[in-house]
T-cell receptor, first 113, second 112 residues
Framework: GDSVTQMEGPVTLSEEAFLTINCTYTATGYPSLFWYVQYPGEGLQLLLK?????DKGSNKGFEATYRKETTSFHLEKGSVQVSDSAVYFCAQRGTGGYQKVTFGIGTKLQVIP | DADVTQTPRNRITKTGKRIMLECSQTKGHDRMYWYRQDPGLGLQLIYY???????NKGEISDGYSVSRQAQAKFSLSLESAIPNQTALYFC???????????FGPGTRLLVL
């Protein structure tokens, strides 16, 4: 079945460090891919998305590229801030009719000053 | 004001009690969802509803029931709570296929 794999973390970085959170997926066909972010005490909110191969989603300095050949959608940011501390969820949604969203387990990021 | 609200935000109950978690939205979306979040497991879908008359089971519906009272309201009930239902519960909405989901702030439930 459809699945999403990401490391649980926590990932601890110093402010201004480069961030990569890996995400790989298994799916039938070509799903839409998402990164959601959950700040402490809040619900998830969409960070970025990509709907077809080679698309790049970007928002708030974060980027992720839909790589069909490696079935990946890694999240990157060139210079993290303390305010980026949160849990990041990779997710996929299939095509055709109703396809539920499958979430990864979430990666906790802690940025220290 | 928040587009998706959940009440209560925190709840402690005892084994065997019936409880209801409520969700309201002002986004005008037809689709609503209930998820459960557990550490190390991510989010699991409990129930989803495409409109008031269309309710579907998700991957972990056993022990739960739902009611879609109106387009804007979707309630989750635990008929007889058990300790392994202790978790963080999220309501979400969306508008049509391939769309973004909008989440409420969550309800933290502890079953003793």
């Amino acid at each position: 079945g459809d699945s999403v794999t990401q490391m649980e973390g926590p990932v601890t970085l110093s402010e201004e460090a480069f961030l990569t959170i890996n995400c790989t997926y298994t799916a039938t066909g070509y799903p839409s891919l998402f990164w959601y972010v959950q700040y402490p005490g809040e619900g998830l909110q969409l960070l970025l998305k990509a709907t077809k191969a080679d698309d790049k989603g970007s928002n708030k300095g974060f980027e992720a590229t839909y790589r069909k050949e490696t079935t990946s959608f890694h999240l990157e940011k060139g210079s993290v801030q303390v305010s980026d501390s949160a849990v990041y969820f990779c997710a996929q949604r299939g095509t055709g009719g109703y396809q539920k969203v499958t979430f990864g387990i979430g990666t906790k990021l802690q940025v220290i000053p | 004001d928040a587009d998706v609200t959940q009440t209560p935000r925190n709840r402690i109950t005892k084994t065997g009690k019936r409880i209801m978690l409520e969700c309201s939205q002002t986004k005008g979306h037809d689709r609503m969802y209930w998820y459960r979040q557990d550490p190390g497991l991510g989010l699991q879908l409990i129930y989803y509803s495409f409109d008031v008359k269309d309710i579907n089971k998700g991957e972990i519906s056993d022990g739960y029931s739902v009611s879609r009272q109106a387009q804007a309201k979707f309630s989750l009930s635990l008929e007889s709570a058990i300790p392994n239902q202790t978790a963080l519960y999220f309501c979400a909405t969306s508008d049509g296929p391939q769309e973004t989901q909008y989440f409420g702030p969550g309800t933290r439930l502890l079953v003793l």
